[in-house]
Every structure is written in C-alpha cells, then in structure tokens.
C-alpha cells in the first residue's frame, strides 16, 4: 500500500476528486495548508504598512492506495492539478505499513 | 379637573398620590403630546446610543487577532455595566449639580440618582422628558466615552488595571469635563458650544486613550527594526458590521442631543450627521487610495466614525453642504492621523485615538469655522482644555496604576493570547470534544 500526499492550487480540489473517481479512487483525506515551492508570495498593505505574504493557500490530498492503483492514481491527479502556472504543486509516494477499516476490522488491502 | 389642574400648576412637594393626580391632570393637556413624543424619542436615543457598545464590540473584535476576542468583548461587557451604574450612584448628580456661579462650576461632588416621583421631576416642569429619561439617556453617554480606551489598549492591557482605570475615569473624569458644559459650568459661562460631544465624549476619550497608550507601551513585535509590522484584524466583516452599527446609533446620539422632538432640529441634525459619515468615507477612501495606493477597507470604516465625531460638536449649527466638507476633511486627517501616530510608534490597534481624538478636536473647532454658533477661541479654549485634562488625568492614573499592579500583561500571556491567559476560554474553539 501507498500514500499518495500531493498539494495542489486550492480551487483544483473539485477536479482532482472527479478525476480520482473516474478511475475508481473514491476515499480521500482533505486539509487545508499554507505552503510555497519556487512560487513566490505577494506583498499586501494593512493600514498604512506593508507586508510579504510568503504562505499561500494550498490543499493536501492524502489518499492511500494499493500498490497496484499508484501510478494511475498519480496520473489521475497531476493532470487534473495542472494548469501550467507557477505554484501548480507536487505529489509524493510514501510507502504505508498497515490499514485497518475501524467499522469492520478488515487489514490490509481489503481496509481500503 | 379644574382642581387637578391647579394643582399641577402650582407643584412643589406633592404627596405620592397627589403626583398621580397631578402628572394624570397634565398628560391631558395639550402641552403634554410634545411633551411625551420628546420623552420617547429621547429613550429611543438613548437605546440607539446604547447599540453603539454593540458597534464597539465587533469593530474592536474585528479589528484585532482571534486570541484576543474573549478579552474584548469582556471589557466591553464591563464597561456598559459599569458605566451605568457608576453614573447611577455618582455621574449623573456631579456632572449636573447646578452650579450657583457658572462661571466658577469646576468640579461638584455626585451622588445617588433617584428621587421621588413628582411634577417637578417628572412632567414638562422639568424638561421636554423625564428625569428618568434624561439620567439613561446621559448614561448611555458616560460608558462610550470609557469605550474609546478600550480598543486603543487592546490586546496588551491588563484586564484587571483596565477595569479599575475605566472605572475611576467614566465614575469621577467624566462628570467634571461634562460639568464643565453641558451642566452649565466654566466652559457653557465662556461660550463654548458643543452639541453632543466631539470634545466632551471624543475628544475626551481619545486623549484619554492616547495617555494609556502611551504608558502601556506597543504590542510585542509591532514595531521591529525600524519598521512597522502590521498586525491582521481577524475580521472585517465584523469590523464592518460594527461601524454601521455605530453609524445607526449615531442616530440617536446626535439626533437626541437635540434634546426634544423638534422636527426641524431633529431633521436637521439627522441629515448632516448622515452627510458628514458619508463625507468622512468618501474622503477616507480617496485619501488611502492616493497616499497608499490601494483602497483600505478598515481606512473606510475608520473614515466613516471620523465624519461622525467631526460632525458631532456642530449637527444642529452646521448647514448640509458644509457638513458634508466637515467629513472630508475628517476623513482626510483620519487617514494621515492613523499612519502619523504609527510612524511615532503609538500602537492604536483600532485607531481611537485618531478617529476620537484628532477629529474630536478638529469637530469642535469645526462649529466655529462652518457656523457662528460660537467663536474659535471659545472653542480652542473648551477643547483644549477637555482634551488635557483627560490626558492628564488618565496619564497620572493609569501611571499610578503601572507602578503598582502593573498594566500590561506578560510576553509570554501577550503571545499566547489574552482570552487564554486571561480568561481561561477560546472565543473560537477549535478542538473540543462534544460530550454527545
């Protein structure tokens, strides 16, 4: 089993979810973030003084997947978060060790 | 009935039932229907200018960081109730005591509010409203003027020392300023004019705000290196739900000072209170947008209260067209105020002092520019005079106060936020676990 972690330009959110559907992902785990790659902040002013905001609204999308559904699982999600411009983000693979679905007790591959 | 209305005419210490009698004579009159239409509407005023803590409450939240709002709206609970009450017990006697030579009614001691029921207190023998009716209409008065500090201090100050430093100011400051004019001391005998209070509740609270900050030092980390480092209110909304209620109650703060029903006056005074609020935006907004660039929301709203306070010593003397200039030039000085008292390292998280104190003055020397109700030095003399003493006032008491308790809460309590710290509760709880 794998987790798929990505985060992706906030109003992508919507796309990605139909996109996983599509391909048969239907569990997900949402969050919203703040976060910066290469993109840059911007500057804003409040009251007379400006300041940088560096952090920008992001959503993660966790989702735990079997080894089988990875690669279309990432593929499903890069192409529905891009749009070409900076600040686009990223998805990262991490390996997970176990699952159990708490209502039924079922491990493994089948607690997914 | 004939009897009856003899009676009423010739009032002087009528027993209980000789009041009902009596005041049930004179309601039959027809002087009695100005009479009660005056009194409502001065209850009505009274209830706007009590909305306006309602005002005060979100504009001040809004205008400062989440872990703050319990600590806000606390203090401004307290002030309310305080504010009343003192005024009940003392205020409201020593800031009308009846002076016996104007010109020297500096200062009279108060007392307990109440009295017996009688013609004398309670019909138009008195005034176009009751007793009553004058005693919560004026309370209403005494706790905004604390308010004003309130905001200034926010998010540093000791709940406990603010609590004690509002109560001396609004309980003994208060009345002696107020004396001073509107209970016809030094300042009425002199010809100082001021209609509902751009010095005697602005100015006064402004200054006194100004003091306390001053002694209290700014918020950690507000000002760093030589920069100003703006710290986010949590809620504009808020802050802008706020400042229209300021603007309702406004209402009835400028539009009961006229102290009757009188359709002309009332009218009047309604049309350029409107007229200066709009002028204090549009001037505000025009300001920001040319001196900073971009169009500040919380520079609006700010421009909004400035037109108000501007128009506040002059709403029954002051013309339309010129009232209207009255809010630009109020909502042009706010802008400038806010960024000046920044740049000196005055944090005012909700820029009270600017907006009551700046155009407090500027309000008051406005009756003299816009109409000739009365002459500048007049009013230079009555401001100035207002202004100082609660500055000086809140100066040696908040300073006595810093020695003592201390005024400010600690780095630490400051970082953590004061509804924590302080209070014990999250005015936004997060994580909670529900019990069902």
Known sequence: MKLVKSVIKPFKLEEVKDALAEIGIEGMTVTEVKGFGRQKGHTEIYRGSEYTVDFLPKVMIEIVVDDADEEKTIDAIVKSAKT??????????????????IRTDETGAEAL | MLIASSAFLFTGSLGAEDFDSAYGAFMETPGASFFT??????????????????GFSTLESGLTQSKNTVNILFKN???????????????????????????????????????????????????????????????????????????????????????????????????????WKWGLGWLDAAGFYDFAGSSLVHGFGGF?????????????????????????????????????LLFLGWFGFNGGSVLSADPYLVSLVFTTTALAAAGGAIGAIITSYLSLKKPDLSMALNGILAGLVGITAGADKIMPASAIIVGLISGVLVVFSIIFFDKIKIDDPVGAISVHGVCGIFGTLAVAIFSDAATFGAQLKGTLAICVFAFAFSLIVFYILKLTLGVRVSAEEEANGLDLSEHGQEAYPSFTSNAS
């Not at chain 2, 009194?39 to 309602?54: D, K």
């Not at chain 2, 002030?79 to 005024?87: A, K, N, Q, R, V």
């Not at chain 2, 009846?98 to 001691?109: C, N, Q, T, W």
């Open chain 1, 84 to 101: 070409g411009k900076i600040g686009d983000g990223k998805v990262f693979v991490l390996p997970v060790e176990s699952a159990v679905r």
């Open chain 2, 37 to 54: 239409v005056s009194n409502l509407w001065l209850c009505i005023s009274a209830a706007l200018v009590f909305l306006m803590h309602l």
């Open chain 2, 77 to 179: 609970v307290f002030i309310i109730s305080m504010g009343i009450l003192t005024y009940a017990f003392y205020g409201f006697n020593a800031m009308y005591p009846g002076f016996e030579d104007p010109a020297s009614g500096y200062f009279a001691l108060g007392s307990w509010f109440d009295v017996t029921a009688s013609m004398e207190y309670m019909s138009a023998d008195y005034n176009n409203y009751t007793w009553y009716t004058d005693f919560i209409f004026q309370a209403m008065f005494a706790a905004t003027a604390a308010t004003i500090v309130s905001g200034a201090v926010a998010e540093r100050v000791k709940l406990s020392s603010f609590m004690i430093f509002a109560t001396i100011l609004v309980t003994f400051a208060y009345p002696i300023t107020g004396s």
């Open chain 2, 208 to 244: 006194a705000a100004l003091a306390c900050v001053i002694v209290l030092g700014p918020r950690t980390g507000k000002y760093l290196d030589g920069k100003i480092k703006p710290i986010l209110g949590h809620s504009m909304p808020l802050a802008t739900i706020g400042v229209f």
